[in-house]
């Protein structure tokens, strides 16, 4: 369903869902009343566009506009469908021009106030539907599904390289290549979907995470798909030669000794071996990258490279938002920083540990509040930043999740933030908010 189609719903659900409450406050002819009125006529002429007349529909627990789910208004909307379901409301038809006592009655109807149904024929309670709405699966479902196979293929190759000492890298380079579709044909749910962090699983999502972010932004700055799969493979492996490290050294909580240093210093050959050994098609791209994601573009960093001084450029790319993912979550040692404080450090590392074009074209991709960031404003709300604005200085679409009084909202609501209104950012743990929660809730798609 397109996100317009799904917009228009909401808005018709959101004006129903108004009008019901007020008529149990006001009668008809009230002004409020008459006000909310005109609201859920202007959404449902909306809604309407010009088919000749539209079905809102519940089956299996979610809104059906027509035939097709509309997800994102069937969760916000809950509360209205199952007070629906108790009226025994199990369809709305609406055919033009649809009149305002109607409206009324329905709204009344709905929300307990009046048994009276709409008489005027413009509005049908549960006409008898032609066939069976069939349940579509959503981007974000599949999305979701796509992150959920990467992780499993990378904690298989994982447990493989540890148990057995080598891995297939078939089934990872299968999952990248899912995962590229999705992400790439839903970018601002991909972004958001990219802030989902494991304390106890770092490793593995951090490594989903880079891997998303690196298509993202390789495709973006035009990277070819024949080398960027591989790169993402190699993304998604990079720290894979950790199984290398012992655990004590890699949870570290302080300094680490010569010797620590050491043990973490080989885990991009370990992985570079693997992936080699692994072998098949684009499996040399993703060795490099597994090798050179921790030497920097000012030839600093480990394992040495002497080739030219600088890495590939893929592996420059990985390094980059290998960085940004690693800053922006909670370590054993270190609290995570905002994504903003991410894009701070990368610039000022910009030219010298990373590829100063590739920064920016990130930070370009990103905007100066990614998606995911959490967002406190001057009245004390909380908003989660959903997705990217091309302009600077545009409002920010965002979703309110915690309102200004401090209780979370049961529903998180659509909220466009003007970034005069942004008092600070705040961190997931400090208000207890997971901004990859609200996948089912995103509206608008990224352009990248
Ligand atoms: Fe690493």
Request: charged share 20%.
């Amino acid at each position: 369903m397109s996100n317009l189609a799904e917009r228009q719903v909401a808005g018709f659900l959101n004006a129903l869902r108004r009008l019901a409450r007020q008529v149990g406050l006001y009668p008809e002819g009230h002004p409020a009343t008459e006000e909310a009125i005109e609201i859920v006529a202007q959404a449902a002429h909306e809604l309407l566009g010009d088919d000749g007349e539209v079905a809102l529909t519940i089956h299996q627990e979610a809104f059906f506009r027509n035939r097709i789910v509309v997800p994102h208004a069937s969760l916000e909307y809950r509360g209205l469908l199952q007070e629906m379901q108790i009226r025994g409301v199990d369809s709305i038809t609406m055919v033009p021009p649809i009149s305002r006592a109607d409206l009324f009655d329905l709204a009344a109807f709905v929300g307990g106030a009046s048994d009276d149904l709409p008489a005027d024929g413009t509005i049908l309670l549960n006409e008898p539907m032609t066939t069976d709405p069939e349940l579509e699966p959503t981007p974000a479902s599949r999305l979701r599904a796509s992150y959920g196979s990467t992780l499993d293929a990378v904690r298989l190759a994982s447990s493989a390289l540890v148990a057995r000492g080598s891995f297939e890298l078939g089934t990872v380079v299968d999952a990248v290549e899912g995962l590229f579709e999705h992400a790439l044909a839903h970018p601002g749910a991909a972004l958001l979907l990219s802030t989902v962090k494991s304390h106890d699983e770092y490793t593995f999502f951090h490594s989903v995470n880079v891997c998303i972010l690196s298509l993202a932004v390789g495709q973006m700055v035009g990277v070819d798909r024949d080398i960027l799969v591989p790169a993402g493979v190699g993304a998604v492996l990079h720290d894979i030669g950790k199984v290398a490290v012992s655990p004590s050294t890699l949870n570290y909580p302080g300094r680490l000794s010569d010797e620590q240093w050491k043990e973490i210093t080989v885990h991009p050959q370990e992985g570079a071996l693997a992936i080699l050994a692994a072998g098949g098609p684009g499996s040399e791209i993703a060795a490099n990258v597994a090798f050179e994601h921790h030497a920097r573009f000012d030839g600093t960093g480990y394992p040495g490279i002497r080739r030219g001084g600088i890495p590939h450029v893929y592996s420059r790319l990985v390094q980059v938002v290998d960085t940004y993912d690693a800053i922006t979550s909670r370590r054993s040692y270190r609290r995570a920083e905002s994504p903003s404080r991410a894009l701070q450090i990368l610039l000022e590392g910009a030219g010298s540990a990373w590829d100063p074009d590739l920064v920016r074209s990130f930070i370009r991709m990103m905007g100066i509040y990614p998606p995911g960031s959490i967002l406190r404003t001057v009245d004390g709300a909380i908003v989660v930043v959903v997705a990217k604005v091309d302009e600077p200085g545009s409002p920010l679409p965002s979703m309110i999740v915690v309102d200004r009084g401090g209780a979370h909202l049961p529903a998180p609501e659509p909220l466009l933030v003007p970034v005069e209104r942004i008092a600070e950012q705040v961190l997931p743990e400090d208000v207890g908010v997971d901004p990859a929660a609200l996948l089912e809730h995103i509206t608008e798609d990224v352009a990248v």
